[in-house]
């Protein structure tokens, strides 16, 4: 039984990977307590990050916690560098010293959008806002170090845990007659329960004897989303045509809803690398969505 230090329980991906890392040891940690929480931690804090790595010594961190107000970013950029740039190297490194794995989120969002076809790994990054940037800065924090790592980027990342665009449009459903959705950024849906199953599926090819794997030479970057793609506004009509009230979805442009923070118009992530390394692929947006709704 590895010991697992597991980050940002309250967050959508965290709270799925509670159920699905049971074969270790998981430590429960997050910024402030409550009763699933057995350490508390503040990546804002770089004290905090190194004395909670060095009293627990897991063998394996996922740091499933992140800065992800995409708008409130651009008004706070300190914070989210702090959190989403500064703090994956600081665990990065403690990892190193313990010879752990650490395993750390990010997203789509380091991406302009220009692409007509899937992001591969290897693809020129180019965020148009801060919080795009501060997890570049994560990212390339990781890797500078070095060690055992895993970066999983994702997208469109939605649960029925937190707040998501499924649970704004179940709500607004209730509320409006009609919702106005944009349609031209493309994408790709991911539920969160199916980055936690298909990261517990890594972790476990990563330290099964049946494997016999050389983290190190695996350790790097990889898409983790679901298969497909579809606009918010293909998504929003997904969601609506699963709910008990059901109000008219109009599409709109990005132009007629103008954000702080500019969004790529296409972020779909190839997921080969993926597929080839541990033979791990999730299934297609919308079979994942009714999945979702029906569990």
């Known amino acids: 039984m590895k010991k697992i230090l597991l980050i940002g329980t309250s967050g959508q991906v965290g709270w799925e990977l509670l159920r699905c890392l049971p074969f270790g040891d998981v430590i429960a940690a997050g910024r402030s307590p409550n009763k699933l929480r057995q350490a508390?931690?503040?990546?804002?804090?770089?004290?905090?990050?190194?004395?909670?790595?060095?009293?627990?010594?897991?063998?394996?961190?996922?740091?499933a916690a992140a800065y992800t107000a995409v708008d409130k970013a651009e008004e706070e950029p300190e914070l989210a560098y702090e959190i989403n740039g500064k703090a994956p190297g600081i665990l990065a490194e403690e990892c190193l010293r313990l010879n752990a794995l650490l395993v750390h989120y990010s997203t789509d969002y380091v991406f302009d959008g220009s692409h007509t076809q899937p992001y591969t790994e290897i693809d020129a990054v180019k965020p148009l806002g801060v919080y795009g940037a501060t997890k570049l800065a994560g990212e390339q924090?990781?890797?500078?170090?070095?060690?055992?790592?895993?970066?999983?980027?994702?997208?469109?990342?939605y649960g029925l845990l937190g707040k998501n665009f499924l649970l704004t449009m179940q709500r607004l459903a209730k509320e409006r007659e009609e919702l106005?959705?944009?349609?031209?950024?493309?994408g790709a849906p991911t539920w969160s329960?199916?980055?936690?199953e298909a990261t517990a599926q890594i972790i476990a090819q990563l330290y099964s004897p049946l494997y016999q794997l050389d983290i190190e030479e695996l350790s790097g970057l990889y898409h983790l989303t679901?298969?497909?793609?579809?606009?918010?506004?293909?998504?929003?009509?997904?969601?609506?045509?699963?709910?008990?009230?059901?109000?008219?979805?109009l599409p709109i442009t990005t132009s007629d809803y103008p954000t702080p923070a500019k969004r790529p118009a296409y972020s779909v992530l190839s997921q080969t690398k993926l597929l080839e390394t541990f033979n791990v692929i999730l299934p297609v947006w919308d079979r994942a969505l009714t999945l979702c709704l029906t569990t």
């Open 141 to 157: 924090a990781v890797s500078s170090v070095g060690g055992q790592y895993l970066i999983l980027r994702t997208a469109w990342v």
């Open 226 to 249: 679901c298969a497909g793609e579809t606009s918010w506004y293909e998504f929003a009509k997904a969601i609506i045509a699963q709910s008990e009230k059901q109000p008219r979805v």
């Open 40 to 63: 508390i931690i503040d990546l804002a804090n770089p004290d905090s990050i190194r004395r909670v790595i060095r009293e627990i010594k897991p063998a394996i961190v996922v740091n």
């Open 180 to 186: 106005k959705v944009v349609a031209d950024q493309i």
């Open 193 to 196: 329960r199916m980055i936690a």
